[in-house]
């Protein structure tokens, strides 16, 4: 029987970890100058926690949960394999009391997150993501630090992207803003999940990808939710652009963008890029969410963060390969195996960047030789008779030279 990996989900080979630990790193040094740190989190958690935070009515919850079988002593609950790093950092800082353990609250996370998606490019079952948060600290100052962050991130990985910005306001902003959406699109043929976004969250809407043409369209001033924002939420949209404009910072305000997640309120953002399908073409995506850790705290705390596709922006960067010192150790004959295994080990020990590759028992010369030149080594070390004399033969596989080397000798002729 062949047995393949499942549908959505993939190995990463050992090129794509090559990109992926790069990104991974790029973003956890830049963060890293800002205070935040890092927080592991569980892969499995309650469903409850998710309904209760990205909503009842979001995708996620509704349709894209990879429930698991609990037969352990609290079966009663329902366990899903996490589909988002924020919920669950929300329910860590709730059970760990992070409100007095930390003083600065800027945590981040990096792993795999599981949705039950149609796979395709950019899009899969299990997928990466590295998100960051911050805690009681109010607009607009932690919106602009997110912002600075994203940027300095991508810029670092050259990404070119597109800042989409929006905000949608505060419960009673959207409260008069909703009564109009659902009076004016109605009449509109909707797909059956919008239909019921229509009764349950009309907002969420916009962030259909079905009924996106038709309601950009349909769309006008009356639809437009900047016209609807109160005071509050107005002067502190209109602080954070003149932040942007003062920093040179470029966006696109997109009045049509929503989150697909139930927790935002006011400022939100989208990155994207060109490089990929309109359909997954975000990069990394976040906002404020204030109002969230009041559904399990009892109490008003701050809160921002962002969260990082990293199976996307994999898709869209070259990285430079790096290039270690790659020596090949060979033995003419397999009585040298363990002087070869000291050399190794000596050089390993003394050179930061090494890598050596061998020695191998029972392979003829001349297969030892081809296998480290297809594996790129700069020098092949060849052990034989001149070991008694405590010399190797080096061959510079680029300069094609060779040469009989006293081992003391030896560090200097390869650095
Ligand atoms: P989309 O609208 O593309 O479905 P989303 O709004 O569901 O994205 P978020 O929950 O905000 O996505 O997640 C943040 C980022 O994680 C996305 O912008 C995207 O880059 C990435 N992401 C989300 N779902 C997937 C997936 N199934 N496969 C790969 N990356 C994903
Ligand atoms: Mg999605």
Do not use: W
Not at 88 to 108: I, W
Not at 118 to 143: H, M
Not at 287 to 296: A, E, K, Q
Not at 402 to 414: A, C, N, P, R, S
């Amino acid at each position: 029987m062949e047995i393949k990996s499942v549908r959505g989900v993939r190995d990463l080979l050992p090129h794509q970890v090559e990109k992926l630990r790069y990104i991974e790193k790029v973003c956890r040094e830049v963060v890293e100058k800002y205070g935040f740190v890092e927080i592991i989190l569980p892969t499995i958690e309650e469903f409850y926690l998710y309904q209760h935070s990205i909503g009842q009515t979001s995708d996620i919850v509704v349709k894209q949960m990879f429930e698991i079988v609990n037969r352990g002593e609290d079966s009663n609950k329902k366990l899903v394999l996490r589909p988002e790093g924020t919920a669950g950092v929300v329910r860590a800082f709730v059970e760990h009391n992070f409100k007095n353990k930390f003083p600065l609250k800027r945590f981040f996370y990096f792993g795999q997150m599981f949705r039950y998606e149609r796979p395709q490019k950019g899009r899969f079952r299990e997928f990466y993501q590295f998100g960051i948060e911050i805690f009681n600290e109010p607009q607009i100052a932690s919106d602009l630090v997110l912002i600075n962050i994203i940027n300095k991130i991508l810029t670092a990985l050259k990404v070119k992207y597109d800042l989409e910005i929006n905000s949608i306001g505060c419960k009673k902003c959207r409260e008069e803003f909703e009564k109009i959406l659902v009076k004016k699109l109605s009449s509109l043929k909707l797909c059956d999940v919008c239909k019921d976004r229509l009764n349950k969250n009309p907002l969420r809407i916009f962030d259909c990808k079905i009924d996106a043409e038709k309601l950009k369209e349909k769309f006008s001033d009356e639809l437009n939710i900047q016209n609807y924002l109160c005071n509050t939420c107005r002067n502190s949209f209109e602080r954070i652009l003149d932040a942007f404009n003062k920093q040179g910072i470029r966006y696109k305000i997109n009045p049509m963008l929503v989150r697909g997640l139930d927790y935002y309120n006011g400022f939100v953002f989208e990155y994207k890029t060109e490089l990929l399908d309109a359909a997954q073409n975000t990069l990394c995506a976040g906002g404020r969410y204030d109002g969230l850790l009041y559904r399990f705290l009892k109490e008003d705390v701050y809160a921002c963060g962002a969260a990082f596709g990293i199976d996307r922006i994999m898709e869209v960067i070259n990285i430079d390969k790096k290039e270690n010192l790659k020596v090949g150790i060979a033995v003419v004959d397999d009585k040298y195996l363990l002087d070869g295994f000291n050399i190794g080990e000596e050089l390993v020990n003394c050179f930061k960047d090494i890598v050596i590759v061998g020695p191998f028992s029972g392979k003829s010369l001349k297969s030892q030789l081809r296998l480290f030149n297809n594996e790129n080594c700069k020098y092949v070390l060849l052990i034989g008779d001149e070991i008694k004399e405590n010399k190797v033969v080096v061959k510079d596989f680029i300069n094609k030279i060779q040469q009989t080397v006293e081992m003391k000798k030896l560090k200097e002729i390869i650095l």
